[in-house]
């Protein structure tokens, strides 16, 4: 099993950056492919980007292709969403989850099995 936790949200007007953290725990975290996704208000849970277990394959949104980039440690057990250009529309709480087949390339929430509590980003207009 992995245990995630994310952190980094909080308010920040358009236009500026964020970097989301997601802290893990679990002897096979480098296995696992790893994705951020994200449910704004009065929405479905959406695909935002995912990472490969070695960090090699990403895949994006086009909602956020060009200003969103996903990374990870594995020696730090942690997985990083940094979030440029920051939108209005960018607005929701954000999951990490985990991919378990560890290829990068799952793109529907329901490929994923476990996932962290979430963190709040709000852009101001």
């Known amino acids: 099993q992995v245990q995630l936790v994310e952190s980094g949200g909080g308010l920040v007007q358009a236009g500026g950056s964020l970097r989301l953290s997601c802290a893990a725990s679990g002897r096979t975290f480098s296995r696992y492919g790893m994705g951020w996704l994200r449910q704004a208000p009065g929405k479905e849970r959406e695909f935002v980007a995912v990472i490969n277990w070695s960090g090699t394959r990403k895949y994006y949104a086009d909602s956020v292709q060009g200003r969103f980039t996903i990374s990870r440690e594995n020696a730090k057990n942690t997985v990083y969403l940094q979030m440029n250009s920051l939108k209005f529309e960018d607005t929701a709480v954000y999951y990490c989850?985990?991919?378990?087949?560890?290829?990068?390339?799952?793109?529907?929430?329901?490929?994923?099995?476990?996932w962290g509590q979430g963190t709040q980003v709000t852009v101001s207009s």
């Open positions: 989850a985990s991919e378990p087949t560890g290829r990068g390339t799952a793109l529907s929430p329901a490929e994923y099995d476990y």
